[in-house]
């Protein structure tokens, strides 16, 4: 079917079916019913591609992520779904699996695809950010970009590692190792600069041999730990996320060391896992839901207006305490 035969069935010309499709107001009611039965009975389903070409709009968004299977990004993904199928768009999620090619590679598809805008959480390689030429509108969530005309939403993340560090130390820790992200990107920066500063403000020398930079694999932190805990004195571990702070405790643990008793943890993040490992982990709570919600509407308040400026939203995060640090 086309648009001329659904005219036909329906008794209008071409013009009017299309003003229908259009969601013109100049129809009469009678009018429009007849033209919607008519595409009912018919199956007929407008050229998406060509209707969006001439609308220049195609309800369709963009979503880049670094790792789909990590809880903290598939919450983001999924809230942000949520807010765009209220408001009829449709989502094309791009998982790079951190890797800097295939992150490439996903940002070129979707400016190929006729997308509205585009939601990035960037793995962190600065190169790709070339792509990005102002043309549709982009929202950068959790990792800042150097983009101009880009909003951006993430969380506290330097408030939450002198959060973190304070804790511990309040918790009786002096000797605290930081097990961060072995990429450079904003939040971990962040992170370990109010570990840093937390140290510096309860008089605590800073050890750059306490703090391991490695890949969030699970592995990877209990390779470091078989290899090193013999090593290193240490009373407490802050993770800079849920995922090594679960991997540090499953290795300590198996190690023979108890926790809170011997090591005390904070993780960040606040996924699943950690309310129902054992022992529990305290940690740093981030909304990862907002996150996702706040990036969506501010990429649709661009697509609405395209004259608004960008805005940066820093949603705050909150201690939450569990068995893997002493009560004080």
């Not at 407008?46 to 789909?68: E, K, M, T, W, Y």
């Not at 951190?98 to 070129?108: C, N, S, T």
């Not at 730990?225 to 995922?243: C, K, N, P, Y």
């Amino acid at each position: 079917m086309n648009i001329k035969e659904v005219a036909c069935l329906a008794g209008v010309s071409p013009a009017t079916v299309s003003r229908v499709l259009n969601g013109s107001k100049n129809v009469r009611k009678s009018t429009r019913r007849k033209v919607l039965q008519a595409i009912e009975e018919s199956g007929y389903r407008p050229n998406q591609v060509a209707r969006g070409l001439r609308l220049r709009r195609f309800q369709s968004i963009g979503l880049v992520v670094p790792d789909i299977t990590n809880e903290f990004f598939a919450t983001i993904a999924r809230s942000i779904e949520d807010v765009l199928h209220e408001h009829n768009y449709n989502l094309f999620l791009c998982n790079t699996r951190e890797d800097g090619e295939e992150e490439r590679r996903y940002i070129k598809a979707l400016l190929d695809k006729f997308v509205d805008g585009i939601i990035f959480v960037s793995g962190g390689f600065e190169e790709n950010l070339d792509l990005f030429q102002g043309d549709i509108p982009v929202v950068a969530i959790d990792r800042r970009s150097n983009l101009e005309g880009v909003s951006f939403v993430t969380s506290a993340n330097y408030e939450g590692g002198y959060l973190a560090a304070k804790h511990l130390i309040e918790c009786g820790c002096r000797r605290i190792l930081m097990v961060r992200d072995q990429k450079q990107v904003a939040p971990m920066e962040a992170r370990w600069a109010g570990y840093v500063d937390c140290l510096k403000d309860y008089n605590i020398p800073y050890d750059e041999g306490l703090v391991v930079s490695i890949p969030v694999e699970r592995e990877a932190a209990r390779e470091y730990l078989l290899r090193m805990h013999s090593q290193l004195e240490f009373d407490g571990i802050f993770a800079a996320t849920d995922v090594l702070a679960i991997a540090c405790a499953h290795t300590l643990l198996r190690l023979g060391y108890s926790i809170p008793e011997d090591v005390q943890i904070v993780g960040f993040d606040n996924i699943t896992a950690a309310e129902y490992y054992n022992p529990s982990l305290t940690t740093i709570a981030q909304e990862k839901e907002a996150l996702g919600r706040k990036g969506a509407e501010l990429l649709l308040e661009r697509i609405e207006d395209p004259e608004k400026e960008p805005a940066t939203v820093v949603l705050p995060v909150q201690l939450i305490q569990r068995a893997s640090t002493r009560q004080y």
